[in-house]
Nanobody, 115 residues
Framework: QVQLVESGGGLVQAGGSLSLSCATSTRLFSLAAMGWYRQAPGKQRELVATLSNLGTSSYADSVQGRFTISRDYDKNTVYLQMNSLKPEDTAVYLC?????????WGQGTQVTVSS
């Protein structure tokens, strides 16, 4: 069982920045991948960013160049730095972790970007 706890969401004006954190109950190197999805009302869940255990990162086209995913092995935490935020980035952001083909989810954190 892997537990994930997100933090860092909030309200920000368009053009601003937020940083999300996802702390895990297990060592990062035991995970095949971690990342972030988001879900806006009435929309499908969207993969925002992912980071493999080999260090390979990938991003949704909509956030490429604005968001950066990173990790801290000492803190067993993954981060999502979000810059140049847009109103369309408003959503619940959910952290996920993949281990032994099982996906674990955090509880989600709300990000609201005002225009």
């Amino acid at each position: 069982q892997v537990q994930l706890v997100e933090s860092g969401g909030g309200l920000v004006q368009a053009g601003g920045s937020l940083s999300l954190s996802c702390a895990t109950s297990t060592r990062l190197f035991s995970l095949a991948a971690m990342g972030w999805y988001r879900q806006a009302p009435g929309k499908q869940r969207e993969l925002v960013a992912t980071l493999s255990n080999l260090g390979t990162s990938s991003y949704a086209d909509s956030v490429q160049g604005r968001f950066t995913i990173s990790r801290d092995y000492d803190k067993n935490t993954v981060y999502l730095q979000m810059n140049s935020l847009k109103p369309e980035d408003t959503a619940v952001y959910l952290c996920y972790a993949l281990r032994y083909e099982i996906t674990y989810w955090g509880q989600g954190t709300q990000v609201t970007v005002s225009s």
